[in-house]
């Protein structure tokens, strides 16, 4: 955890410009749905408030075709805000720390976008059933397939390569893993909850204060102004990357290997004292 809000004090520009420049448009798509799809659910608490009687039953009309596009999207969203974040951890890795630009970071997402999104299929359907028949191996797999999209794109693995890795490199840190991610999440949860708070504040105060009945032009605006919680979700995910490198480097020692090959060279970068190696 203190590696990830030492990597984003130091990359808090770069890493947001990236993130909402690349992302953003998918933030925006997804904001757009829902804020039509709360439009449509205060017509109908409307109706049932003033007593009117529906064309339909009320579970049938919350499940309407709008519900599942913002679950739709807002898988999309997920998946391109992670992508984003690990397209400018990857670059920033292979430049050995040097700040990765947002066309590269673009490259990196372009090429693994459409692959990371249909691999993520399956992923998503074994964890939805390991919630459905018994929570435990939902959050197991949750836990354990965290690092898969990582994987697919930092390791340029294949489906059962990525799968398979992610269980080998866990296997002795799930419940390392399993606190990082709870208390990123905690974190990310708690601040983006504070600005979803204030905007939903504000933007009812300004539906109290007015005359008029701008129901859909809040609902449509409170999403859209939510985009910026979703920033939050930096935290979250750059410590779940970090934490992939960290596993990954206990397993494979990448970084002694890579001190090993570079003894005797002249690209030597130690900035510790001799003492320390």
């Not at 959050?139 to 390569?161: A, D, H």
Request: hydrophobic fraction near 50%.
């Amino acid at each position: 955890m203190n590696d990830t809000f030492v990597f984003i004090k130091q990359n808090l520009k770069p890493v947001t410009i990236s993130f909402l420049g690349i992302s953003g448009i998918f933030m925006l798509a997804a904001a757009i749905i829902q804020g039509i799809y709360q439009n449509e659910m205060g017509g109908i608490f409307e109706q049932i408030l003033k007593g009117t009687t529906t064309s339909s039953p009320l579970p049938l009309e919350l499940f309407s075709s709008t519900y599942f596009l913002v679950g739709l999207f807002a898988w999309i969203n997920i998946i391109a805000m992670r992508v984003t974040l690990i397209a400018y951890v990857k670059v920033y890795e292979s430049k050995d720390g040097e700040t990765p630009t947002m066309p590269e970071v673009w490259g990196e997402f372009k090429k693994y976008f459409l692959k990371v999104l249909v691999y993520s299929i399956p992923v998503i359907l074994l964890i939805f059933i390991g919630f459905v028949f018994c929570i435990a191996p939902g959050f197991y797999l949750l836990v354990v397939l965290m690092p898969f999209e990582i994987v697919l794109m930092v390791e340029n693995k294949g489906f059962s390569e990525a799968f398979s890795r992610c269980y080998v490199i866990i296997k002795e840190n799930f419940w390392q893993s399993f606190g990082i991610y709870l208390v990123a999440y905690l974190i990310y949860s708690f601040t983006s909850g504070i600005i979803g708070g204030v905007i939903a504040l504000i933007t009812g105060a300004i539906s109290y204060f007015t005359t008029k009945d701008i129901t859909a032009s809040v609902a449509l605006v409170t999403s859209i102004l939510n985009i910026f919680s979703f920033v939050f979700y930096i935290i979250f995910f750059i410590s779940a990357i970090l934490n992939y490198y960290s596993l990954a480097e206990k397993f494979d020692g990448t970084g002694i290997l890579r001190r090993l090959n570079n003894l005797g060279g002249s690209n030597n970068n130690f900035n510790n004292t001799e003492e320390q190696y």
